[in-house]
């Protein structure tokens, strides 16, 4: 009998332990694959995230927010940006494809030259995108950031 109620306990322990979803009611984000760390001039940029929810409903937007390393600070352009989903099934587990193309992924209004540069040559935007996804039950994931991109300017 002393060796049953410790057994018991245990088994128990494992049993719930081992019954709770992996999927949470706030969503969950990570960024499955970036296409590369440099925009060439009039290129693009694909992003994929993978996001889970126990509910299957991260349906509602994406937000996303340009954050400009550089050291020399300059006025920025649609430093934050908000997609809406298009109506997909419900799933729990879903990948999200963002593509960028050259004026969207642009951060400085006005990059300053490079000093010294001959012929003049302006800064590349140097940035990390950050992202977060909402579902429809209003709630928000945790932010999963980018490596550092670069965006060539002309």
Do not use: H, W
């Amino acid at each position: 009998m002393r060796l049953f109620v410790p057994l018991l306990s245990i088994l128990i322990f494992i049993a719930v332990g081992c019954g709770k979803d992996k999927f949470l009611t706030k969503p969950t984000i990570t960024i499955k694959e970036i296409s590369g760390n440099f925009v060439p001039l009039n290129g693009s940029l694909q992003v994929t995230l993978e996001c889970t929810d126990k509910e299957g409903d991260v349906q509602d937007s994406v937000f996303v927010v340009k954050n400009r390393l550089n050291k020399r600070v300059v006025p920025t352009i649609r430093d934050t940006l908000r997609y809406k989903f298009p109506v997909f099934p419900t799933k729990t587990r879903t990948e999200i494809v963002l593509t960028f193309d050259y004026q969207s992924i642009l951060s400085a209004q006005n990059p300053p030259f490079i000093p010294g540069s001959s012929p003049a040559q302006r800064e590349l935007d140097t940035l990390v995108i950050k992202f977060a996804v909402k579902d429809n039950a209003g709630n928000i994931s945790d932010t999963v950031i980018s490596n550092m991109i670069q965006v060539f300017r002309q």
